[in-house]
């Protein structure tokens, strides 16, 4: 733990935005079949989800490992990218009023794994911990929400 420290590190804001930017937009624009807005059956998932969620964003903005190369286009990188551009296709369908079982595959999986990602090449393991927590949580969450029931 010696080589974590406190410092901001833009670019994992710059990624939590470029995430929540369909969820600020979802907030003030419903999409035409909005099943995302319906009751949880599992707010005990959801709520450990959320403290989990936290934790992972504070770490990506906040904890930096000093023993992290320079920043670079990396494949992890590169797959976080990915992840990203496939979490808006999903987001788009979803406005097409697209509400499938790979849709919501495809906004719950690609954002998780672009958080991973990310905390795996900045060698953020402090925040790979409760993003994993995360990731679990919202997959779960979404399969049991919006394909089995």
């Avoid at 905390?119 to 979404?142: E, M």
């Amino acid at each position: 733990m010696k080589q974590y420290q406190f410092a901001f590190d833009i670019r994992g804001l710059v990624l939590l935005l470029l995430v929540m930017l369909p969820n600020f937009i979802w907030f003030a624009v419903p999409a035409p079949k909005d099943i995302l807005r319906a009751e949880s059956v599992t707010p005990l998932l959801d709520a450990i989800a959320s403290v989990c969620q936290f934790l992972f964003a504070a770490a990506l903005c906040l904890v930096v490992n000093q023993e992290r190369g320079a920043p670079e286009l990396t494949r992890l990188i590169r797959g976080c990218i990915g992840c990203v551009l496939l979490y808006y296709a999903g987001w788009i369908l979803y406005y097409l009023g697209i509400t499938n079982p790979p849709v919501i595959l495809l906004l719950t999986v690609p954002p998780c794994l672009a958080f991973l990602f990310f905390a795996a090449d900045r060698k953020n393991i402090v925040a790979a911990v409760p993003t994993v927590i995360f990731t679990v949580c919202h997959l779960i969450y979404g399969i049991v929400n919006f394909m089995i029931c």
